[in-house]
Nanobody
């Protein structure tokens, strides 16, 4: 079973930045589309950003211009650079397949943004 491992979450003030990392093993990472998701308390998990195997990125409107998804195929790792963080970005962030593969969900990494 494939289970990504997320890291990099922290508590920051509004306007701050964080970089999340997602390590995945047991797959051919270079051909896998990756996605970052988040789940805020009391809300459903939502897709935040995706990156194709060729590096094409897409974002939900609420993070466009502030978040950047990237990947390092040599390290089997995806990243989410988050700038200009807002209190509404507070959530547990997860990474997973963006192409419908049946991967397990990791524990996620907590991001808390205070005003």
């Amino acid at each position: 079973q494939v289970q990504p491992v997320e890291s990099g979450g922290d508590s920051v003030q509004a306007g701050g930045s964080l970089r999340l990392s997602c390590a995945v093993s047991g797959i051919i990472f270079s051909i896998s589309a990756m996605g970052w998701f988040r789940q805020a308390p009391g809300k459903q998990r939502e897709l935040v950003a995706t990156i194709s195997s060729r590096g094409t990125a897409n974002y939900v409107d609420s993070v466009k211009g502030r978040f950047t998804i990237s990947r390092d195929n040599a390290k089997n790792t995806a990243y989410l650079q988050m700038n200009s963080l807002k209190p509404e970005d507070t959530a547990v962030y997860y990474c997973n397949s963006a192409s419908g593969m049946s991967w397990l969900w990791g524990q996620g990494t907590q991001v808390t943004v205070s005003s």
